[in-house]
């Protein structure tokens, strides 16, 4: 049967803007693969990490320059050898599994061998801003069961009460996307744990985090920018807690389902997490996160509008996808 592929930009606007240590957006640019074969067609999602030099032009070359592998039939065990880990090779795993299920007559869910997939509480983020503006913005949002709150600056303490007393009863997961120092470090830890904070992602930058091995961690310390794919995971054990499993950082749910999968085995905790996407980026990582131990999918509520169909968000809860969205 012959098969049709191809990769579009597409861009929705963010309610405001979304802050973090290394800088602001105000739209959401992502790459979508679409695979048809038949009646089926098979979609998937991916923005650009700017972080790892990704821009919306390379991960379109690199999309394109598969597409006639993937025209010719390559599957998603050939596509994890050709492909390196990114946000290219996630759009294109995500379009495969959606084609896979509709094919097949079954649920992504069933094909991962969930018999069931059920709401799960996702974190709302709060962008990073000064005490005061970060105090507004937690208040507003302080009936939600888990905030994810973004951090990364030489003096973050005032920003971490500040978050606490606007939301005295919600969990609090911080983000220092590796702006924290050695010289800071250990203070904004004890801070966090005096103000209950349940996780801290990433404080460090990759590759300068030894340190975490040899201090106290009076909050568990999660890496997201150490921990990109399966391999490797062990390494990171004397210095994280816990392990931030993200689709377009490990390259699609197939690659994410190892990192899972190892993540256990090695006794991590998991969150599953997410870019600022729409419903269709979300939908696989909403499988993937049904027995994960924080859930950071919120992407489509930080933006002004997403796509139709798309995700149930009700209250502090995520649906899981319906199949005219994806699987």
Same mark, same amino acid.
């Given at each position: ?143 939600? %069961? #888990?905030? /994810?709150?973004?951090?990364? =600056? *030489? ?5 971490? $009460? +500040? ?82 499993? %993200? #689709?377009? /950082?490990?390259?699609?749910? =197939? *690659? ?5 999968? $190892? +993540? ?64």
């Amino acid at each position: 049967m012959i098969r049709y592929a191809e990769a579009t930009i597409e861009s929705f606007p963010i309610a405001g803007s979304f802050t973090i240590s290394r800088g602001s957006k105000t739209s959401a640019d992502v790459v979508v693969c679409t695979i048809r074969e038949g009646g089926n067609a098979g979609r998937g999602e991916c923005v650009p990490y700017r972080r790892y030099g990704e821009t919306i032009e390379s991960v379109m070359a690199e999309i394109n320059a598969i597409l006639p592998m993937v025209v010719e039939g390559m599957d998603r065990s050939v596509l994890q050898s050709l492909m390196k880990p990114g946000a290219a090779r996630n759009a294109v795993d995500c379009a495969l599994w959606d084609l896979e299920a509709k094919k097949r007559g079954l649920t992504v869910m069933e094909g991962m061998g969930l018999s069931i997939a059920r709401p799960l509480v996702t974190a709302y983020t709060i962008s990073l801003g000064s005490a005061e503006e970060m105090a507004a913005q937690t208040a507003k949002w302080a009936h939600r %069961k #888990l905030l /994810k709150v973004k951090v990364g =600056t *030489e003096d973050d303490e005032s920003r971490i $009460r +500040a978050v606490r007393a606007a939301a005295p009863d919600s969990a609090i997961v911080i983000d220092a996307n590796e702006g924290w120092t050695a010289d800071n470090l250990t203070h904004h830890l004890n801070v966090a744990a005096e103000c209950g904070i349940g996780l801290i992602e990433q404080p460090l930058p990759a590759g300068q985090d030894d340190l975490l091995a040899r201090i106290p961690h009076p909050v568990p310390i999660c890496a997201d920018e150490s921990a990109h794919e399966a391999e490797g995971l062990e390494l990171l054990r004397d210095r994280y807690d816990a392990i931030n499993i %993200k #689709l377009d /950082k490990a390259g699609g749910l =197939t *690659e994410a389902l190892k990192m899972k999968n $190892r +993540a256990r085995e090695l006794g991590y905790e998991v969150m599953i997490g997410c870019m600022v996407g729409t419903s269709l980026a979300m939908a696989p990582a909403v499988l993937l996160a049904q027995d994960a131990d924080f859930v950071d999918l919120d992407g489509p509520l930080l933006l002004a509008r997403d796509r139709t169909p798309g995700l149930v968000y009700d209250a502090s809860f995520v649906l899981p996808p319906a199949p005219a969205l994806w699987g």
